[in-house]
């Protein structure tokens, strides 16, 4: 049988431990066969939670190498559009000094022209 240390027995404390504390409480093997599928539950979620974490960081690191790709793909792409922007601008210059040489070759041609042998 269960005593109160401090020997009052019209004390709550005691006399609800004197009360129940000898009979069995059904609850309780129920809370812990509930506490434990929680526990096992919890344990499932944070196992899961880890996994798709661990995808998320995968995912998180493809992108960022998708994106360096990307980001090397359109410097390449801007320094193909100035060769282009350049080649156009020495063809433009190339097409303007043929059209000088026609004028001069017409010119000397015009002036051979006279000479007759």
Not at 8 to 19: P, Q, V
Not at 34 to 55: C, K
Not at 60 to 66: G, M, R, S, V, W
Request: with cysteine.
């Amino acid at each position: 049988m269960l005593t109160c240390d401090n020997h009052i027995s019209e004390d709550f404390e005691c006399t609800f431990l004197h009360r129940y504390a000898s009979q069995p409480v059904p609850e309780v093997p129920k809370g812990v066969e509930l506490a434990g599928s929680a526990s096992s539950s919890l344990q499932v979620i944070e196992t899961g939670a880890v996994h798709t974490l661990d995808r998320i960081r995968e995912v998180a690191n493809a992108t960022l190498e998708q994106s360096a790709a990307s980001t090397s793909i359109a410097q390449r792409v801007n320094q193909i559009a100035q060769m282009v922007e350049s080649t156009a601008n020495t063809m433009r210059t190339t097409a303007d000094t043929a059209k000088q040489l026609e004028r001069v070759a017409l010119g000397l041609k015009g002036q051979i022209s006279r000479f007759h042998i």
